[in-house]
Every structure is written in C-alpha cells, then in structure tokens.
C-alpha cells in the first residue's frame, strides 16, 4: 500500500531564517505531487504540483519554492521566511490520471516568529 | 476555471440525526467532485468520490453524496450523525479532461455533531 510522509510535523521559526520541509511516498512510482497551504484552519491553497523529476508548476507567486530531485520526494523550500508564511503545510499525492483522488500526508505546522 | 461553494461554514446536528453538507460547484463541462474529511491538525482523508454513474455515491464511515448536475451541487449526507463524525469537510472539483488532476477545493464546513 501507498504512504506519505512529511516532516518535521512541527516548526517554529524566526523571520528571515531558511525552510526545508520534505515529502515522501512511498509505494507507488511516477505520482503526481502537490504542496498546499492551509491558514487558519480552513481553506486550501495550492501551492506547487509536480508532474515528474525536475517538473514543478507554480499557482501562487511568493516567498516559496518547490523541486523534486528523486521520483518520490517533493521539497518545499524558501530562502528567507514571512510573518506571512505561517500555516499547516500540508503535502499529497495522486496517481498521473485524470479523476484521480489525492491522498494527502499529516502536514506539518510552520510558525514564523 | 473552476470554483467550488461551501455555503456553510458551520453545521451542528444532534447525535443520531441525518447531517447534509451542501457543496455547489462551477467547472466548464462535466465534473470530477471529491469529498475530503479532516480532523483537527491533521491531513486530509478522502471519503468518496463522483466520476460518473449513478448519481449517489457511497464512500467511508457510511457517507454518501449525490450528485445533481442540474443544481450543480454534490451534497454529502449521512443517515444518523455520530460526534465522531465531528470535524472539517472539504468538497473539491477537477474538470474532466486530459491533464484534470488539479483539484480545486471549497472553503470548507465545520460539522459539530452534538451528543
């Protein structure tokens, strides 16, 4: 069977400071891979998708990065933090069909300080 | 584009009642519709989903959802609420089509099931 990971679950940060937040799956090859931000406990925002190793779509320009240097491992990234970049991080996959569900990993917690 | 609406923010329902969480939809052509659970500081957990077919459709922990492509809604419903049943509903679209495996996600509904 397919899982996701993420980590840390939790971080706490200073404004300014670095981010690296990593995602695996295991169990299945080739997936679609996505990052989400989820503020204050609701709505979701798509952040990046991935297609394949090395292909990275942006929906939302800002302060964050995405890459994919190995078929199932999807890292977000940001070379100096926001007050604004505060949320639940939250990490998915789907298999590369169309109608597909996306199964999503626990999510980690980012606070900026 | 697409879009969907969650009119609802907040639903409470008595322990043993029916529930309905309404979820209307706008997507060129015909839709993919996705129903997704979430419990508080955790990830989101698929419960069902419409592809095509019968218009109700069955998924985990005894949720169903109907699709009515006329209203454009797919509502998610549930004979005999369980606080368990407590927590973050999510409704989502993809457009059907080649390259549709982006979902767009409604706002969400908190359902607070009341012993």
């Known amino acids: 069977s397919q899982t996701i990971h993420q980590w840390p679950a939790t971080l706490v940060q200073p404004v300014g400071s670095p981010l690296s937040l990593e995602c695996t799956v295991e169990?299945?090859?080739?997936?679609?891979l996505y990052w989400y931000r989820q503020a204050a406990g609701r709505g979701l925002q798509l952040l990046f998708y991935?297609?394949?190793?090395?292909?990275i779509s942006s929906e939302v320009p800002q302060n964050l990065s995405a890459s994919r240097p190995q078929d199932r491992q999807f890292i977000l990234s940001s070379k100096k933090l926001l007050l604004s970049d505060s949320g639940f991080y939250l990490c998915?996959?789907?298999?590369?069909?169309?109608?597909?569900?996306?199964?999503f990993g626990p999510g980690t917690r980012l606070t900026v300080l | 584009a697409q879009s969907v609406a969650q009119p609802e923010d907040q639903v409470n329902v008595a322990e043993g009642n029916p529930l309905t969480v309404k979820c209307t939809y706008s997507?060129?052509?015909?839709?993919?519709l996705f129903w997704y659970v979430q419990y508080p500081n955790r990830g989101l957990q698929f419960l069902l989903k419409?592809?095509?077919?019968?218009?109700l459709v069955k998924g985990s922990y005894g949720f169903e959802a109907e699709f009515n492509k006329s209203q454009t809604s797919f509502h998610l419903k549930k004979p005999s609420a369980l606080v368990s049943d407590s927590a973050l509903y999510f409704c989502?679209?993809?457009?059907?089509?080649?390259?549709?495996?982006?979902?767009?996600f409604g706002k969400g509904t908190k359902l607070s099931v009341i012993p």
């Open positions: 998915a996959w789907s298999p590369g069909l169309a109608g597909k569900e996306q199964f």
């Open positions: 169990g299945t090859s080739n997936p679609n």
């Open positions: 991935s297609v394949g190793i090395g292909q």
């Open positions: 997507v060129s052509g015909n839709p993919y």
């Open positions: 419409y592809i095509t077919g019968d218009n």
């Open positions: 989502a679209v993809s457009p059907v089509g080649a390259g549709s495996y982006q979902l767009t």
